[in-house]
């Protein structure tokens, strides 16, 4: 971040020692308890506007996270309960329509809400039941550790807490830098201004591609809430910076009102997230052509394809966890024969979360190349993962690289054939989506596999046709592709002939007259 905002640092460790450092940052700590009164503060309310964005799911990798406004936002947390809820309401605003994640572009209202309560972790489905995120109790108390008061708390607790200087040069300031670890693991920072006041908070949580993925937290326009306690009104939030692009803005509220020691923070844990199970890594199996299968199981799909003398696999979908349970699959289907490649669709996090594993297993990647840049320099070399170590960080090559995969790029058009069997991938036209698209034909079974464009299912209205699906008949019009079989990464396989008479009306009446294109 310091890049972007044009400032130059020099850190400075007290030269009297770890004991100082510690016994300094206490001081320091307690100075900043007094100045906003952060021992005070039982459970805080945030609740305002302002702008969210959807992580890992922009037009081009170059391209800023794509934005929504938030209507309301609200942000609760219990700090003796270690209780945490976060709900926004989103609308599509101003904001174009590029890009992706869930509901983007967004009709009417979205709403959106995030709950823990010590080690559980859940959402509210659209009926309002619970459905437990477990997996995501640990990363939710690290936002209540790094909140503006929970900070504070959290480094307290730390007796291992350092302060440090950082001199801003240029700007004649020099800002008191807090270090300290949460939950045995988690590692933050804070910069603390001559008033004692949290600015910045840095911290990591482990994301597939990105590693151990900073989290930058801005504090600013403190204001007295009562009883000497003071509270920040605008919050600046930072995810998934990189050195292609600076300047990932995930969220930015202002409030409107902030209210401390609220009635019913503490949230009660519903008994179905109390007793949920883990979620299991599920590979289920149809064969839908000789030599091809569908590899389904969960919110994504993979297709594996046997050719005489290789395997390959398109999609390496979430985390490294589903694509080794896929390429697992593909090797008990197709025994003896190296994945020789990985076919990707496009970019989206959650269509190349697994594409490092597919490195690791020394498949050649095949995908747009757009995504050349990106991933040779971020996603497929060596960065830390010590939050959450995969299959590639593990490797003898982790810390020399380049791995045993290679990357394959194309800018229309890519083939992978043996004379007989054939994978194409063609890259999309006219699709706000991703600029990176590619569907993916099989010639021979007459098969084509998509990700996030559809199918509608069989017999659906023309109200479920919708610009992603158009965008796909377009195409498939404008490469006169000789379709029999939709199999998309998201949803069940269905026939050319349902998808022509449910998408085939709307799409002529939006195509421009003249055109058959996309």
Do not use: C
């Not at 996270?65 to 003796?80: E, G």
């Not at 559980?120 to 909140?147: H, K, M």
């Not at 790029?409 to 990176?436: C, L, M």
């Not at 079974?445 to 209205?461: F, H, Q, R, S, Y």
Request: net charge neutral; proline share 6%.
């Amino acid at each position: 971040m310091s890049n972007k905002l044009g400032i130059v640092f020099v850190a400075s460790v007290l030269i009297a020692g770890p004991a100082a450092a510690q016994q300094n940052a206490r001081a320091l700590l307690q100075a900043a308890d007094q100045a906003v009164g952060a021992s005070k503060v039982n459970s805080i309310q945030f609740t305002g506007k302002g702008r969210f964005a959807y992580l890992g799911q922009n037009f081009t990798t170059n391209d800023d996270w794509n934005r929504v406004d938030l209507q309301s936002y609200a942000l609760t947390i219990d700090y003796p309960s270690k209780s945490y809820k976060e709900e926004q309401v989103r609308v599509q605003g101003n904001n174009p329509r590029i890009g992706g994640g869930a509901g983007f572009p967004i009709v009417g209202e979205q709403r959106a809400n995030a709950y823990a309560s010590g080690n559980y972790a859940w959402t509210l489905n659209p009926q309002g039941q619970p459905q437990a995120q477990n997996g995501d109790a640990e990363t939710r108390q690290l936002f209540v550790a790094v909140s503006p008061h929970g900070f504070i708390k959290a480094a307290l607790a730390d007796p291992n807490a350092t302060v440090s200087d950082r001199e801003f040069v240029g700007q004649g300031k020099t800002l008191k830098v807090v270090h300290f670890t949460t939950m045995g693991k988690w590692q933050a920072t804070g910069e603390f201004n001559a008033q004692n006041m949290l600015e910045r908070v840095v911290t990591w949580i482990p994301s597939p591609m990105m590693g151990d993925m900073q989290v930058e937290i801005r504090y600013s326009d403190w204001r007295d809430v009562g009883n000497g306690i003071k509270a920040p009104y605008h919050i600046h939030m930072h995810q998934g910076d990189h050195p292609l692009v600076r300047g990932m803005n995930l969220m930015d509220v202002q409030a409107t009102d902030v209210k401390v020691n609220v009635q019913n923070a503490s949230l009660t844990v519903p008994d179905a997230v109390r007793t949920a199970q883990a979620p299991r890594v599920t590979v289920t199996t149809t064969q839908l052509a000789p030599g091809i299968w569908l590899l389904a199981g969960g919110s994504h799909n993979s297709v594996a394809v046997e050719f005489k003398d290789f395997a390959a696999i398109i999609e390496a979908p979430l985390d490294d966890a589903r694509t080794l349970a896929v390429i697992a699959e593909t090797k008990r289907l197709i025994p003896g024969k190296q994945i020789k490649y990985v076919v990707n669709t496009h970019h989206h996090w959650d269509h190349a979360g697994g594409l490092r594993a597919a490195y690791a297993e020394g498949a050649t990647i095949v995908t747009n190349e757009a995504n050349k840049n990106f991933y040779e320099r971020v996603i497929l070399v060596p960065q830390p993962r010590s939050l959450s170590p995969d299959r590639l960080s593990m490797t003898p090559f982790a810390t020399t690289g380049p791995g045993p995969g290679k990357l394959e790029t194309y800018r229309e058009r890519h083939a992978i054939t043996d004379g007989d069997q054939s994978i194409i991938s063609y890259h999309v036209e006219g699709f706000n989506h991703a600029a990176d698209m590619a569907m993916v034909y099989l010639p021979k079974a007459k098969i084509l596999i998509n990700a996030d464009m559809g199918p509608p299912p069989a017999g659906a209205p023309a109200s479920a046709v919708n610009a992603n699906t158009i965008a796909l008949y377009n195409n498939i019009k404008r490469l006169k592709l000789d379709v029999e079989r939709h199999v998309p990464i998201h949803g069940a396989p269905s026939s050319q002939a349902d998808f022509e008479r449910t998408v085939g009306p709307v799409a002529a009446q939006a195509r421009p007259a003249g055109g058959e294109g996309g």
